[in-house]
């Protein structure tokens, strides 16, 4: 037989001998996404080729017939068994488990049944025939009903495996796009030749090109699985993350589309609403819940919502959905529970009313009546009372504390500040508050940090008060004054501003006991408990204070205690504080 009758043999094989070749690429890939499927997929598409091929050369009319009906039963399963590469591959592995896939699976083996029992119904072919040399063994017969059927089945399980490639390739852009498409198109030329095939359409009588095409299906496919490797980086991890990000999301979120209908919902979001998400789909967002109205197109807006566990607010942040064209599709709305954080809000604004106002107005008087009575008293029960005066006295100047605070953290606006002459108006103020204090200040470098100045001025005069008050080591402070600036004595406090390359640092050093341990792990903890507390605010306004202005503080209590806070450095150059120009 001439090598140019033998062309479909040797095309068979070829395409039978690189199926084996991708199968042994793939077989240590088999754990990732699809990758068995397609092994499948490959096996049988081996077993069509390699029959077809042997066929050819079968004359034996039994045998033949045995070989052509091998040849249509891979046929019929190269469909379903590639919509189940399909969904894997893409990260819609749940199908395969579906009724859907089943009736799938379930109608290939009807037909696959029905060409094996082909000679005793004739539903698929009648009249079959092997040709006689000097050609290879082809065959006639005339195709009925069934085979229409078989060619149906199977161009559609390839159609719907391949659209489910295309929404890869339209869904992700070009991240999946040159190995999605080759594979897309891969099965084409097969197709073209089974079609063509069905309707005995062939160069020569009784003809099947489809084997021989399955070369050029086994090209794209090998470009696909080695030359893009497919395997390597899949679209099933991003769309199992996409589900995850939704769909395991502790908070509930809600997508709708442009007139506020549900398209989807997370089982977070069934169970806060109190909805099923198959009853809530396509219906009005404000028919699934009852409360405030949630306006899509707010980017952060509160709701108070009433669903099963009573009445919740949520603060409700909302998305924009486009597609890959910048086309507007809807709104993904992410539901956050704030009940709690406001009510505490809620409760610790009474709190902190009470105390500011209506206990400090009443500390006044206290203050007040133990002043004159302190006056009036003889010298036994003044000093009773002395020290209920200075209790209250301290318990006034911690409410001021409080309030100078609250009024400079809540104040946003920030410039350029120079650090130097806030230290030196904070020293000067409390020079004149505390007449005795033995105040120094060491260094006053240059140093400019942008921040609220106010706020500034509230830390710099929290962390010298607390200095002058705890750090004091002689009663005697005014000989010590004086023998500081004689240079024989060391001062009680000690205040330095230092600049670095990027930096500037107030350094405030007492020659006092130290900040207890205790206090200095709390503030370092950021919480208080019943065992373990600071004995005062001061602390804790400086350590808010310094994180608000985006700086850092640390405490050395090896000798006295040394509070060091490093600011970000602002650029000499620029200057919106009037008091670096005077």
């Known amino acids: 037989m001439a090598p140019a009758v033998l062309w479909p043999v040797l095309g068979s094989l070829g395409a039978a001998g690189g199926t084996l070749a991708l199968v042994w690429y793939l077989w240590d890939r088999r754990d990732r996404p699809g990758a068995s499927w397609l092994v499948a ?19 034996d009319p039994t045998l033949r017939l045995a070989v052509e009906i091998l040849f249509w039963v891979a046929y019929i399963w190269l469909g379903a068994l590639f919509v189940a590469f399909g969904l894997a591959y893409t990260g819609r592995g749940h199908v395969i488990r579906s009724p859907f896939f089943g009736a799938l699976v379930a109608f ?100 099947n090109v489809a084997p021989v095409l399955f070369l050029l299906h086994v090209c794209i496919d090998a470009y696909a699985f080695v030359g893009g490797g497919m395997f390597d980086f899949h679209p099933a991890t991003r769309r199992a993350g996409n589900r995850a990000a939704i769909a395991d999301l502790g908070s509930p979120v809600v997508v709708v589309d442009e007139q506020e209908r549900v398209v989807t919902l997370n ?81 610790l604004a009474v ?36 020290p209920a005066r200075r209790k209250t006295e301290g318990l006034i100047d911690l409410s001021e504390k409080a309030r100078a605070f609250e009024r400079v953290i809540d104040d ?19 020079r004149a508050e505390h007449p005795d204090a033995d105040l120094h200040i060491a260094e006053t470098d240059v140093g400019r940090v942008r921040t609220n100045r106010d706020l500034l001025d509230v830390v710099v005069g929290n962390l010298v008060e607390n200095a002058v008050e705890h750090g004091s080591t002689s009663p005697d402070s005014g000989t010590r004054r004086d023998a500081v600036e004689h240079g024989s004595a060391s001062p009680d406090v000690t205040v330095a501003v230092t600049t670095g390359d990027d930096t500037v640092t107030v350094t405030v050093r007492d020659r006092g006991p130290g900040v207890p341990e205790h206090e200095l792990a709390v503030i370092r903890d950021g919480d208080e408990s019943a065992l373990e507390h600071g004995s005062g605010l001061g602390l804790w306004i400086v350590q808010w204070g310094v994180t608000a202005a985006g700086g850092e503080i640390d405490f050395d209590t090896s000798d006295g205690t040394t509070a060091t806070v490093t600011f970000p450095r602002a650029e000499d150059s620029v200057s919106e504080d009037p008091a670096l120009d005077r």
Request: charged content about 20%.
């Open 41 to 59: 997929v490959l096996g049988v598409q081996f077993v069509l080729t390699a029959s077809y091929a042997v066929g050819y050369l079968v004359f």
């Open 108 to 207: 290939s083996v009807a037909l696959s049944a029905l060409v094996v029992t082909n000679p005793l119904h004739h539903v698929v072919w009648e009249g079959f025939r092997v040709l006689p040399p000097p050609g290879l063994a082809t065959v006639e017969f005339t195709r009925k009903s069934g085979a229409i059927l078989v060619l149906g089945v199977s161009a559609l399980g390839a159609a719907v495996g391949t659209l489910l490639l295309v929404d890869t390739i339209v869904s992700y852009g070009r991240l999946y796009r040159a190995e999605a498409l080759a594979v897309a198109i891969s099965p084409l030329p097969p197709g073209i030749g089974f079609v063509l095939w069905t309707f005995d359409v062939a160069p020569e009588p009784g003809l």
């Open 267 to 347: 089982p977070a979001a069934e169970r806060t609403l109190g909805v099923e998400a198959q009853r809530a789909l396509t219906r009005p967002l404000a028919d699934c819940y009852e409360g405030d109205r949630v306006d899509p197109t707010v980017t952060e807006q509160d709701a108070t919502v009433r669903v099963a566990a009573g009445t919740r607010t949520f603060k409700i942040t909302s998305t924009e959905l486009a597609d890959s064209t910048g086309t507007h599709l809807g709104y993904t709305l992410v539901f956050q529970d704030i009940t709690d954080e406001r009510r505490r809000e809620q409760r």
């Open 351 to 386: 709190l902190n009313r009470v105390l500011r106002h209506n206990l400090r107005n009443d500390l006044t008087v206290v203050r007040m009546t133990l002043g004159e009575a302190v006056d009036r008293a003889d010298e036994d029960m003044a000093a009773l009372l002395d």
């Open 412 to 430: 946003e606006t920030e410039s350029v500040v120079a650090v130097s002459p806030v230290v030196e108006s904070v020293v000067a103020d409390i």
